[in-house]
Structures are given as C-alpha cells and as structure tokens.
T-cell receptor
C-alpha cells in the first residue's frame, strides 16, 4: 500500500485566495483525520471523519475552513479566503476500526500564504 | 490540552540506549499511553502503546510504572535515524483524538 497520500506537497498562495488540500487515506480505513502543525501551536487536530461522516470538527479554527469527505477514498480541506496566519503544515491521517491504536500519517502539505 | 509532561530535549550517543521519560500523573484507569515520533519534515509515526504492562516491539520498549503515573520509552540501540521529536500521549481506548504536546526532541550524536 502506498500509505496516506496528500497533494499538493507544497502550496504557495496569496492572501485572499482559496486553497484546497487533498488526501487519499489508506484503502479500507474508516477514520480520516486532518491535523495542522505550526511552531506556535504544535500539532493540533482540526476535524475527523468516520465512514465519511464528520464526527468532531471542534478544532476547525473558523468558518473560513471547511472539510469534506465525498467518498471513502478522498477528502479535502478548503480554506477560503486564506490568510497569512494559515501558513502551516497540514497532515492527513487515517486509521481502521473503533479500537485502532495506530493512526497513519501522510507526508503533509506545507502551505505558505503571503 | 496534553495530559503529559516531557523534557524539551535530550541527547544520546549512537549505539547507546535512549530512555525518554514521560509524566502522566492524572492518567485514568481506562487511558492508554501512546508514543509517536516525528522525524524532520515527515508525518508522525506510531511507535508503541500500553495500558499497565511493559510492552516491547521491534522499534522500542515501553516501561510503565506500577502507579501508571509515568512511563519511559526505551530505544535499545539508538541510531542517527532515531533523531526526531518523540510524543507521549494518553488516550482512552476507543477515543479517536490524539492530543499532541510539545514532545521531546531527541538528538542522536555520532
């Protein structure tokens, strides 16, 4: 298996533009997570899905952020409009089963908003 | 908020055992201790987890004190590739959220 796949790996955009980050979880996994990592706040969970349904979005910073999972093999995290403070590395992770002890992380997308 | 306390940084010589401590004094009876690590510019990677017994796998050993208020991750023969930030996390079985603290930055020196 190729593991969790994220695209793009790097994204540079101007303030005010829409940004879409993409994630393909490991086949068969039923949980999908979006994390954000910054120097100031460390690694924090934004939202997670179970069977394509959002379960906990309490970590989503504000209405500018939205996440979708239209099917079991694809998820997007969208920021509209983007701001410089959104600059971070965004990780997607997936896991299998309610009692899973391991989340598998993707390589991340480094977002820079100028 | 993270429920664990770890030293900010540690150094270890290559080939020696690296012992990374973690305090989790408020851990409850149904919470497990998990360890992840993050090598520079990569996503976090699961290492090991345990409830109350010591655990060992191909990567590391986990020693949990009898009162479960602290634990130690042991990398028996550290290599340069073990240089990373190591996160100790407590989580209930079945809970999905991983709450990462600041972790310990482990540097393996040649």
């Amino acid at each position: 298996d190729a593991g969790v796949i994220q695209s793009p790996r790097h994204e540079v955009t101007e303030m005010g533009q829409e940004v879409t980050l993409r994630c393909k979880p490991i086949s068969g996994h039923d949980y999908l997570f979006w994390y954000r990592q910054t120097m100031m706040r460390g690694l924090e969970l934004l939202i997670y899905f179970n069977n394509n349904v959002p379960i906990d979005d309490s970590g989503m910073p504000e209405d500018r952020f939205s996440a979708k999972m239209p099917n079991a093999s694809f998820s997007t995290l969208k920021i509209q409009p983007s701001e410089p403070r959104d600059s971070a590395v965004y990780f997607c992770a997936s896991s299998f089963g309610f009692s899973s002890y391991e989340q598998y992380f993707g390589p991340g997308t480094r977002l820079t908003v100028t | 908020d993270a429920k664990t306390t770890q030293p900010t940084s540690m150094d270890c010589a290559e080939g020696r055992a690296a012992n990374l401590p973690c305090n989790h004094s408020t851990i409850s009876g149904n919470e497990y201790v998990y360890w992840y690590r993050q090598i520079h510019s990569q996503g976090p990677q699961y290492i090991i987890h345990g409830l109350k017994n010591n655990e060992t796998n191909e990567m590391a050993s986990l020693i949990i004190t009898e009162d479960r208020k602290s634990s130690t991750l042991i990398l028996p023969h550290a290599t340069l590739r073990d240089t990373a930030v190591y996160y100790c996390i407590v989580r209930e079985q079945g809970a999905q959220k991983l709450v990462f603290g600041q972790g310990t930055r482990l540097t393996i020196n040649p």
